[in-house]
């Protein structure tokens, strides 16, 4: 399975547009990237998922070059609600599990 | 639509105990997973289930085990519980469990082994 890398943290205020990029150099032509959110003592929580160009919903925007070696995930006009750990999975399509990395401790200050 | 429930919330046991805990995936979910999260660890696979069969399993002891049954329902035990056995449990349901479908988590169970 193809390794992440992202910031460990990330500080940012209301109202700002936050950008986490993570790196996956050796992903493989079959993987999928996906962004969860977790809040303390709660589960993860599916933000976005793409293969490669842009994928947007209502909540963020996910951006993949075309060579697919990294991603970066947008969070437009972030609330102070937004302060989470953002973790960045890649995984082929027929592997049955998650693959958690350290993630990105975001903070929004008032 | 209801969502992923886990049950108990929170528990604790002694060590040697040993503990089971539930979950019930989203209706129509076939694909259960489960995941280990402490504070040195993070959050690790420990297996997936789907139609009742375990696809993949992550690499933990053998005291630790699951099972699904056919309403999808899945039960998770550990046997001879270890003080480093205290976390939060997590756990998943999907459609398929594949990669490229969205997992939905639950609340988590908070074990506390004394």
């Known amino acids: 399975l193809a390794k992440t890398t992202q910031p460990i943290s990330m500080d940012s205020y209301e109202g700002q547009e936050v950008n986490i990029t993570c790196s996956h150099n050796?992903?493989?032509?079959?993987?999928?990237i996906t962004w969860y959110q977790q809040f303390p003592s709660q589960g993860p929580r599916f933000i976005i998922q793409?293969?490669?160009t842009k994928v947007t919903n209502e909540v963020a925007s996910l951006f993949i070059p075309a060579d697919r070696k990294s991603s970066t995930l947008s969070l437009p006009r972030v609330s102070l609600s937004d302060t989470a750990v953002y973790y960045c999975?890649?995984?082929?399509?027929?592997?049955?599990?998650?693959?958690f990395g350290s993630g990105t401790r975001l903070l929004v200050r008032p | 639509k209801a969502g992923v429930t886990q049950t108990p919330r929170y528990l604790i046991k002694t060590r040697g105990q040993q503990v089971t805990l539930s979950c019930s995936p989203i209706?129509?979910?076939?694909?259960v997973s489960w995941y280990q999260q402490t504070p040195g660890q993070g959050l690790q696979f420990l297996f997936e289930?789907?139609?009742?069969?375990?696809?993949n399993k992550g690499n933990f002891p053998g005291r630790f085990s699951g099972r699904q049954f056919s309403n999808s329902r899945s039960e998770m035990n550990v046997s001879t519980l270890e003080l480093g056995d205290s976390a939060l449990y997590l756990c998943?349901?999907?459609?398929?469990?594949?990669?490229?479908?969205?997992?939905?988590f639950g609340q988590g169970t908070r074990l506390t082994v004394v």
């Open positions: 289930y789907f139609s009742e069969t375990q696809r």
């Open positions: 209706s129509g979910h076939r694909s």
């Open positions: 793409g293969y490669k």
């Open positions: 050796n992903i493989a032509t079959n993987d999928y």
């Open positions: 999975l890649v995984a082929p399509i027929n592997s049955y599990k998650l693959i």
């Open positions: 998943a349901s999907s459609l398929t469990g594949a990669a490229n479908t969205e997992a939905f």
